[in-house]
Every structure is written in C-alpha cells, then in structure tokens.
C-alpha cells in the first residue's frame, strides 16, 4: 500500500517534475520484471520509451537495454539523445526475430491506433520462453485522457474544446492521433485468444497485487483498474 500512495503522490506531480515521477516508475517497472527473470546479461528492449527512463535502470540493473521510439521530441525531451538509442516504429522493429529476452513497453498502447500490431510485433522479437512486459492507461480510468481527464468522461471534443479554453494551448495528446481509447476487457481477451503468449500475470499496476481482483468484475474495472499490467511468456 505505501508503493501505491509513493506512485500516485508522484503522478499527482507528474507535469511539474516528470524526471523524479519517469524516474521512479522505471525502478518500479524493472522491479516488477524482476520477479519473472533475472534481468542482469539479459537483452531488453525498450518500446516507445520516451527519453529512455527504463532504458537507463534496465542498464543500471546491467542488463543490455536498447531504446526504440518513435517522436524525436520524446526521445530528446530531457535535453540529448539518450546512448544507443534507435529511432524506429514499433510496429516495425530493426530487430531479428526472437532477439530479445525480454520487451518492454510502457504506458505506449493507448498511444497506438493498432495495439494487437504493436503486441504482435514486440511477440516477434521476443525470444520463446522469453518476457513481455505491458501496460497502458485504460480509457474509462479516472486518467484515461491524460491531461484532459476526467472531461474524456463527456466525450473526446468536449474534453479537448475545454483543456483549449482553461490553457490557452491544445492539449499535448489528439484523441484519435496520438490518444486512442484502449479497454481492459478486450485487451484481456485479446491476450488469452493469441497462441504466441501466455499470460502470466494480469493486475493493476499501481496497486497492490491483491487488487487483482478487479480485473474479474466487468464494468468496474474498466474504472478502477487506472492502469493495466500484463507480464507474457513467449510462447
């Protein structure tokens, strides 16, 4: 419980100090990952990793860690390119298949307009028996439109005609752009329908692990599960 409450105290601050919240959920993130596998010598990629947060504790962790994104404003957002970094699309990653042990790719599904393409390519390069970690903010959570939460909850024009009004600007992320409506249901089903990966374990991420249970009630999960985490096996 005093995870969740350090996670949320940070996201409350998440636009003021982005490194101290990106920061923290690396380390939170690889911490996770490491209950599955041993992430020292192993190769991971780092899906749409942004400015290469995970990228940098996966390689603290002495793992061999490659970041793959997408908008060079991201990647360079905290002031250089990060080392090793790869401009590239996840839907089409430069990697051979099965490259990987493990692949990563945080809170970057609901910014994709096909997440089975992206799962099905990060499946790819992930070695059998290897690991996929994945999580996104889902769509009816209390942050599912980002910075222009909770107005998403009366439709995508509405939200974004007022985060234009109160700001002056338009808001970072276009619904139907660069934000799309990702659902825990379907996602779920999605992940038990593919032959290519197993599921080890679905929760929500910033909680603690017995508010799995969550995830058995249709309806409210879709509210209270803010983030969905799911750790694959390759198959």
Same mark, same amino acid.
């Given at each position: 419980?005093?995870?969740? /409450?350090?996670?949320?105290?940070?996201? @409350?601050?998440?636009?003021? &100090? !982005?490194d101290g919240?990106?920061?923290?959920? $690396?380390?939170?993130?690889?911490?996770?990952?490491?209950?599955?596998?041993?992430?020292?010598?192993?190769?991971?990629?780092?899906?749409?990793?942004?400015?290469?947060?995970?990228?940098?504790?996966?390689?603290?962790?002495?793992?061999?860690?490659?970041?793959?994104?997408?908008?060079?404003?991201?990647?360079?957002?905290?002031?250089?390119?990060?080392?090793?970094?790869?401009?590239?699309?996840?839907?089409?990653?430069?990697?051979?298949?099965?490259?990987?042990? /493990?692949?990563?790719?945080?809170?970057? @599904?609901?910014?994709?307009? &096909? !997440?089975?393409?992206?799962?099905?390519?990060? $499946?790819?390069?992930?070695?059998?028996?290897?690991?996929?970690?994945?999580?996104?903010?889902?769509?009816?959570s209390p942050?599912?439109?980002?910075?222009?939460?909770?107005?998403?909850?009366?439709?995508?024009?509405?939200?974004?005609?007022?985060?234009?009004?109160?700001?002056?600007?338009?808001?970072?992320?276009?619904?139907?752009?660069?934000?799309?409506?990702?659902?825990?249901?379907?996602?779920?089903?999605?992940?038990?329908?593919?032959?290519?990966?197993? /599921?080890?374990?679905?929760?929500?991420?910033?909680?603690?692990?017995?508010?799995?249970?969550?995830?058995?009630?249709?309806?409210?999960?879709?509210?209270?599960?803010?983030?969905?985490?799911?750790i694959l096996?390759?198959?």
């Amino acid at each position: 419980m005093l995870r969740s /409450v350090r996670l949320f105290r940070l996201f @409350l601050s998440e636009q003021s &100090d !982005p490194d101290g919240f990106y920061t923290a959920l $690396a380390s939170d993130a690889v911490s996770q990952i490491a209950r599955f596998v041993t992430v020292r010598g192993k190769t991971v990629l780092d899906i749409g990793g942004g400015a290469g947060y995970v990228t940098d504790e996966m390689r603290a962790q002495g793992a061999h860690c490659y970041l793959f994104e997408l908008d060079p404003s991201e990647m360079l957002s905290r002031g250089g390119t990060p080392a090793g970094a790869v401009l590239a699309d996840g839907y089409w990653l430069p990697v051979r298949d099965g490259g990987a042990d /493990v692949c990563v790719s945080s809170n970057v @599904l609901e910014h994709v307009r &096909d !997440p089975g393409g992206l799962i099905e390519e990060m $499946a790819r390069a992930t070695k059998p028996g290897g690991l996929i970690y994945l999580s996104f903010t889902n769509w009816f959570s209390p942050w599912g439109g980002h910075e222009m939460s909770p107005w998403h909850y009366f439709g995508a024009k509405a939200a974004q005609q007022r985060y234009l009004r109160k700001h002056g600007k338009q808001p970072k992320h276009t619904v139907g752009k660069s934000l799309y409506p990702v659902h825990v249901g379907p996602v779920l089903k999605m992940m038990r329908e593919r032959t290519d990966v197993r /599921v080890v374990s679905a929760r929500p991420r910033y909680y603690p692990r017995w508010c799995r249970v969550l995830l058995y009630v249709p309806g409210l999960r879709e509210v209270a599960t803010w983030n969905l985490l799911l750790i694959l096996r390759r198959t």
